[in-house]
């Protein structure tokens, strides 16, 4: 079908206004998020909140089917090829409509063989779902970041994320269906998502019908074959712990909540590196692509080297700010008898650590994956999620939600450090580190500042250290202004 007459250029927006919306709309969907984390323990138990984990994990795990690695490549084919999108589109959520009743059909299942009963098989169905619109969804996402206009992303993700929290988080603070209720009213959020989107994709950007032509499909898993395994590997090595802990431990629920809490801290505080990757995923791909000019080298170096810059010295902060802080901001947020030392605190000391790596993974599969490295994609994600299954299996029984979280640190090291060398090896050269003792020496400052600022209150302790970290990445100048400032185009 054809497309509305308005040209990708037309609708194009610079890399910086699309990093900064994607940033704000999960910014502010985040702290929503977060705001959910640290009032529902107050108003359910640990068994209700881990069962809630629980099923969070099993239908993502469910929910990979519907998406079998489509993001990337069909963002890149997208963006590349804008004259075939409303054939590309088609395809696509027939794919997707075909898939998400497989999903149905697997939370079915995994109820079944999980012996999952009362409040978790309730929460699997109606999260399953929310799993399956919000599938939909992303797949007009995957439109907005190919035509680069992230902000009707962030219209979407505003929505969905102020109904479940408003509406969900009100009635389960107020007593009435406690954590089922809750369910149902992610469900519905996901339904109003999908809908918005699908209506800014088909009244912006391309008007499209459901294909399910053999000949049209055969190219179209060929396309996502690869990203498939991918994804349902990467799923697996993120989601996996939560499943086995739950199994494994002897705390069970509880132990799922614990970890469960810290998880969700540590994902609401690592943000901007998803808005700044996904921002500059298409720039990405343009400039990795085989028929790119001849200074498209040394423009993807460039771009490739200012990622670490920035996304280093982002991280660095989040990881020692939360693992130096844990007990405090626990006291802070939680009554001290509802997680007393050695429950959440302890697993969101290591996993600080995570959400410092997260911040250079997203540059590692980002870059991988707009290049169209599919061997090594799989291969590198393949041996990352071997390795926390195994380090999870000897860890769990013996250290609990603490070993669950060490696992993560473990694998995710693997990732980032794997990852950088096939970078390098097949993509494009590496950052160079002139900077890194900057950064360095920037955390050691941020570290002495938190320990002598200990007697402060937290909030004042937190402002006075990263202001001297901040001017500290000044005083040593391994981050300039040209660094941050993204370029409107490369």
Same mark, same amino acid.
């Given at each position: 079908?054809?497309?509305?007459?308005?040209?990708?250029?037309?609708?194009? +927006?610079?890399?910086?206004?699309?990093?900064?919306?994607?940033?704000?709309?999960?910014?502010?969907?985040?702290?929503?998020?977060? *705001?959910?984390?640290?009032?529902?323990?107050?108003?359910?138990?640990?068994?209700?909140?881990?069962?809630?984990?629980?099923?969070?994990?099993?239908?993502?795990?469910?929910?990979?089917?519907?998406?079998?690695?489509?993001?990337?490549?069909?963002?890149?084919?997208?963006?590349? @090829?804008?004259?075939?999108?409303?054939?590309?589109?088609?395809?696509?959520?027939?794919?997707?409509?075909?898939?998400?009743?497989?999903?149905?059909?697997?939370?079915?299942?995994?109820?079944?063989?999980? *012996?999952?009963?009362?409040?978790?098989?309730?929460?699997?169905?109606?999260?399953?779902?929310?799993?399956?619109?919000?599938?939909?969804?992303?797949?007009?996402?995957?439109?907005?970041?190919?035509?680069?206009?992230?902000?009707?992303?962030?219209?979407?993700?505003?929505?969905?994320? /102020?109904?479940?929290?408003?509406?969900?988080?009100?009635?389960v603070a107020a007593g009435t269906g406690r954590m089922s209720l809750f369910g149902a009213v992610a469900l519905g959020a996901a339904v109003a998502n999908a809908a918005i989107a699908g209506g800014y994709v088909i009244g912006r950007f391309s008007r499209f019908g459901p294909s399910f032509a053999w000949s049209r499909w055969r190219w179209f898993v060929g396309l996502l074959g690869p990203f498939a395994l991918a994804n349902i590997l990467n799923l697996i090595y993120f989601r996996i712990d939560t499943i086995l802990l739950e199994r494994w431990s002897a705390r069970s629920h509880q132990a799922v909540a614990w970890y469960g809490i810290a998880y969700?801290?540590?994902?609401?505080?690592?943000?901007?590196?998803?808005?700044?990757?996904?921002?500059?995923?298409?720039?990405?791909?343009?400039?990795?692509?085989?028929?790119?000019?001849?200074?498209?080298?040394?423009?993807?170096?460039?771009?490739? @080297? @200012?990622?670490? +810059?920035?996304?280093?010295?982002?991280?660095?902060?989040?990881?020692?700010?939360? /693992?130096?802080?844990?007990?405090?901001?626990?006291?802070?947020?939680?009554?001290?008898?509802?997680?007393?030392?050695?429950?959440?605190?302890?697993?969101? @000391?290591?996993?600080?650590?995570?959400?410092?790596?997260?911040?250079?993974?997203?540059?590692?599969?980002?870059?991988?994956?707009?290049?169209?490295?599919?061997? /090594?994609?799989?291969?590198?994600?393949?041996?990352?999620?071997?390795?926390?299954?195994?380090?999870?299996?000897?860890?769990?029984?013996?250290?609990?939600?603490?070993? /669950?979280?060490?696992?993560?640190?473990?694998?995710?090291?693997?990732?980032?450090?794997?990852?950088?060398?096939?970078?390098?090896?097949?993509?494009?050269?590496?950052?160079?580190?002139?900077?890194?003792?900057?950064?360095?020496?920037?955390?050691?400052?941020?570290?002495?500042?938190?320990?002598?600022?200990?007697?402060?209150?937290?909030?004042?302790?937190?402002?006075?250290?990263?202001?001297?970290?901040?001017?500290?990445?000044?005083?040593?100048?391994?981050?300039?202004?040209?660094?941050?400032?993204?370029?409107?185009?490369?």
């Amino acid at each position: 079908m054809a497309s509305p007459p308005n040209s990708q250029s037309a609708h194009r +927006k610079s890399l910086a206004q699309n990093a900064l919306s994607l940033f704000g709309a999960h910014f502010i969907g985040k702290v929503l998020s977060f *705001g959910l984390i640290v009032f529902l323990p107050r108003f359910v138990s640990d068994e209700e909140l881990g069962a809630y984990f629980v099923a969070i994990a099993v239908t993502s795990l469910v929910g990979v089917l519907a998406e079998l690695g489509m993001r990337d490549p069909l963002i890149r084919e997208l963006h590349l @090829r804008p004259e075939r999108s409303a054939e590309t589109l088609g395809v696509a959520f027939a794919f997707r409509a075909t898939m998400s009743l497989v999903v149905l059909a697997t939370c079915g299942l995994a109820v079944l063989v999980g *012996g999952y009963t009362g409040l978790l098989a309730n929460l699997i169905w109606l999260l399953g779902g929310a799993e399956v619109f919000n599938g939909f969804a992303q797949l007009f996402y995957m439109v907005f970041r190919a035509r680069e206009r992230m902000d009707y992303e962030s219209i979407c993700v505003l929505v969905e994320r /102020a109904t479940v929290v408003g509406i969900g988080g009100g009635l389960v603070a107020a007593g009435t269906g406690r954590m089922s209720l809750f369910g149902a009213v992610a469900l519905g959020a996901a339904v109003a998502n999908a809908a918005i989107a699908g209506g800014y994709v088909i009244g912006r950007f391309s008007r499209f019908g459901p294909s399910f032509a053999w000949s049209r499909w055969r190219w179209f898993v060929g396309l996502l074959g690869p990203f498939a395994l991918a994804n349902i590997l990467n799923l697996i090595y993120f989601r996996i712990d939560t499943i086995l802990l739950e199994r494994w431990s002897a705390r069970s629920h509880q132990a799922v909540a614990w970890y469960g809490i810290a998880y969700s801290w540590v994902m609401a505080l690592t943000i901007f590196p998803g808005a700044a990757m996904g921002a500059a995923f298409p720039h990405l791909a343009r400039l990795s692509a085989p028929d790119a000019g001849g200074d498209a080298s040394d423009a993807l170096a460039a771009l490739y @080297r @200012r990622a670490w +810059k920035v996304l280093l010295s982002a991280g660095v902060p989040i990881a020692v700010v939360t /693992a130096t802080c844990a007990p405090r901001l626990m006291r802070f947020f939680y009554p001290a008898e509802l997680y007393p030392p050695g429950t959440v605190d302890a697993a969101l @000391r290591i996993l600080a650590w995570v959400g410092g790596l997260l911040f250079l993974s997203a540059i590692v599969s980002n870059t991988l994956r707009a290049a169209n490295r599919r061997r /090594a994609i799989v291969a590198l994600v393949a041996l990352t999620a071997a390795i926390n299954v195994g380090a999870n299996a000897w860890a769990i029984p013996r250290y609990d939600h603490v070993g /669950a979280a060490a696992s993560l640190v473990l694998s995710e090291a693997f990732f980032v450090i794997a990852g950088s060398m096939t970078i390098r090896a097949q993509v494009t050269r590496g950052p160079g580190w002139r900077f890194l003792p900057g950064i360095v020496a920037s955390a050691a400052v941020l570290l002495g500042l938190l320990r002598l600022t200990e007697p402060l209150p937290l909030m004042a302790q937190l402002a006075c250290s990263l202001l001297g970290y901040c001017l500290a990445l000044w005083a040593f100048r391994s981050i300039g202004r040209d660094d941050w400032a993204l370029p409107d185009s490369l």
